[in-house]
């Protein structure tokens, strides 16, 4: 038997767009939880106090490999803050790029992470479809609310 690494958001229809709003998957290849006082590397999202998420090659300190165990959308374009709004009690005014913040997003708990345009959503692998379904709903209702 031969096991076959497939991407948590393999069913979903990716990209995908409305309007001008985007969304597409963050594909994650090495994901590491580091209990560490600073920032281990450049490619380090801190989680909370002592508590980062590294990218990459193995860091040095207490690491947990989180690899398969997360997954991640990239929401991007004009109205994204709108498709926040409908899903997560953050302010989009609060979310500088690089800036990291766990919240609840569409009745999960996720790590919402500030990129250029937009923001990136990291979820546990497990809820990647609903995560998919929850989002493109929103970006739907957006993108028609903008229309009227």
Do not use: N
């Amino acid at each position: 038997m031969t096991l076959t690494a497939t991407s948590p958001f393999a069913t979903c229809e990716l990209p995908l767009t409305a309007g001008g709003l985007r969304l597409s998957e963050y594909p994650i290849e090495r994901m590491w939880s580091v209990a560490v006082d600073t920032a281990p590397t450049a490619k380090a999202i801190r989680a909370d106090h002592a508590h980062w998420f590294v990218f990459g090659d193995r860091p040095e300190g207490r690491v947990t490999d989180q690899s398969d165990g997360w997954a991640a959308l990239d929401l991007t374009g004009s109205g994204w803050e709108g498709v926040l709004a409908r899903l997560c009690p953050l302010d989009p005014a609060t979310i500088a790029t690089g800036t990291a913040q766990r919240s609840e997003f569409a009745h999960l708990m996720a790590l919402v992470v500030g990129i250029e345009g937009g923001v990136r959503i990291f979820v546990m692998r497990s809820f990647a479809r609903h995560l998919h379904h929850e989002v493109a709903i929103a970006m739907r209702s957006v993108t028609a609310q903008a229309a009227l």
